[in-house]
């Protein structure tokens, strides 16, 4: 596989470690980026959540007062 010339640098600096010293702080890595990827996502659902909760109680309160509110032809 070849590596694009901007990466060069990336492999030559990392080829002066273990690969076991690599593979462990890569493996670091990807657990903290899929730690915070949880995190945004559980945000979201949150958000989500409270979204729904207030535009439900809206519409609830909407439809209470087109009930209440007598007909106009009457």
């Known amino acids: 596989m ?3 010339p901007s990466l060069k640098p990336v492999v030559d600096f990392l080829a002066g470690y273990p690969d076991w010293v690599v ?3 890569l493996t670091v890595v990807a657990v903290l980026v899929l730690w915070i990827l949880a995190k945004v996502l559980k945000w979201s659902l949150y958000l989500l959540m409270a979204l729904v909760l207030i535009g439900g109680a809206i519409g609830t ?3 209470l007062l087109e009930w ?3 007909a106009a032809g009457s």
Request: avoid cysteine; glycine fraction near 0%; charge should be positive.
């Open 68 to 70: 209440l509110r007598p």
């Open 61 to 63: 309160v909407w439809l």
């Open 23 to 25: 593979a462990a702080v």
């Open 2 to 4: 070849t590596l694009p």
